[in-house]
């Protein structure tokens, strides 16, 4: 199969239609107060040096990924974008549960 026709077949979906899909089923589906142990932080490194206070945006972050770097960067302030609010509660949940505040945001990308 050629890639035009593959390029016809392909589904698209509308910004609202990913977003009910997340609301319904927020991802990544982790018990909620599942938290990043220290082998997970551990691996992140900085490609490069930055401050002591470093902002770290995450986009699409679902509800796992901000609060393994609000762990493994601990003076960071931390936020976390996502098109799903309820991707976005877990996160914030996740984060209170490691005791890590998680700034939220709900966004699409494509706007």
């Not at 609202?16 to 992140?44: C, D, F, H, M």
């Not at 990924?65 to 996160?91: G, M, Q, W, Y």
């Amino acid at each position: 199969m050629s890639f035009a026709h593959q390029a016809e077949n392909t589904i698209t979906m509308s910004s609202e239609e990913v977003q009910r899909q997340y609301e319904k089923y927020p991802y990544p589906a982790i018990p909620w107060i599942a938290t990043p142990g220290s082998n997970k932080t551990s691996t992140l490194t900085p490609p490069i040096p930055f401050k002591s206070n470093p902002r770290i945006l995450i986009a699409g972050s679902g509800t796992f990924e901000p609060v393994v770097f609000a762990k493994a960067f601990p003076r960071s302030t931390v936020t976390a974008l996502d098109i799903s609010r309820a991707s976005l509660n877990r996160c914030f949940l996740r984060g209170l549960v490691a005791r890590k505040f998680i700034h939220t945001v709900q966004a699409d990308l494509h706007d």
